[in-house]
């Protein structure tokens, strides 16, 4: 099973900041096959990236996602009040498919 | 626009079936490009996968779940369908359905289900 760890666990930013988010995986993700979501509070998770750095669709180009093997980054580059919200990394270029634990990020 | 929506008894008795259905609405289930999850939530904790159906009714499920999970479709009914057996209060979670394969997209709203007597 491939283990995917999230850090930090939350970010505390202000509007207009840039927010790095990390993904590491206990195995190479083939493909990378790499997915983000933001679920905000008491909503589905909505999909963010795929394959590591496509946005999906009408997502804004403040998200961007980069990486490959083991090493994934969500990148939100100027922060706003409603990106408010825990966002979660998930391979799924293995069964299982895993999600990380999440990262919370919190606007000041 | 593709919609997804869940339902079922929002209430199980413990060592009891928990089944829910996913309504699938705006497109058809029997694509082939396409597979059909069911993703669950404790509340207040992070997402756990527990399986996918396809087109042609072939499952992959989560090791940890898979002597209590089954996963179907009913095709013209445009619906899929989860069991989990023998369910305890570790159970209680909001179940999600979506849409796979690069990533799920879209989810369903959820729908919360708890075991207790």
């Known amino acids: 099973e491939s283990v995917l760890t999230q850090s930090p666990g939350t970010l505390s930013l202000s509007p207009g900041e840039r927010a790095t988010l990390s993904c590491r995986a206990s195995?190479?993700?083939?493909?990378?096959?790499l997915a983000w979501y933001q679920q905000r509070p008491g909503r589905a998770p909505r999909l963010l990236i795929y394959?590591?750095?496509s946005r999906a669709t009408g997502i804004p180009d403040r998200f961007s996602g980069s990486g490959s093997g083991t090493d994934f980054t969500l990148t939100i580059s100027s922060l706003e009040a409603a990106d408010s919200a825990v966002y979660y990394c998930?391979?799924?270029?293995?069964?299982?498919?895993?999600f990380g634990g999440g990262t919370k990020v919190e606007i000041k | 626009q593709l919609q997804l929506q869940e339902s079922g008894p929002g209430l199980v008795q413990p060592s009891e079936t928990l089944s829910l259905a996913c309504t699938v609405s705006?497109?058809?289930?029997?694509?082939?490009?396409?597979?059909w999850g069911w993703i669950r939530q404790p509340p207040g904790k992070g997402l756990e996968w527990i399986g996918n159906?396809?087109?042609?009714?072939?499952?992959y499920y989560n090791p940890s779940l898979d002597s209590r999970v089954t996963i179907s479709l009913h095709t013209a009914k445009n619906q899929f369908f989860l069991k989990l057996r023998s369910v305890t209060a570790a159970d209680t979670a909001i179940y999600y359905c979506?849409?796979?394969?690069?990533?799920?997209?879209?989810w369903g709203q959820g729908t919360l289900v708890t075991v207790s007597s």
């Open positions: 979506a849409r796979g394969p690069q990533g799920f997209d879209p």
């Open positions: 705006g497109g058809s289930i029997s694509t082939r490009s396409h597979y």
């Open positions: 159906i396809y087109y042609n009714g072939s499952t």
């Open positions: 195995q190479s993700v083939s493909s990378n096959s």
């Open positions: 394959g590591a750095s």
């Open positions: 998930q391979q799924y270029g293995i069964s299982p498919l895993t």
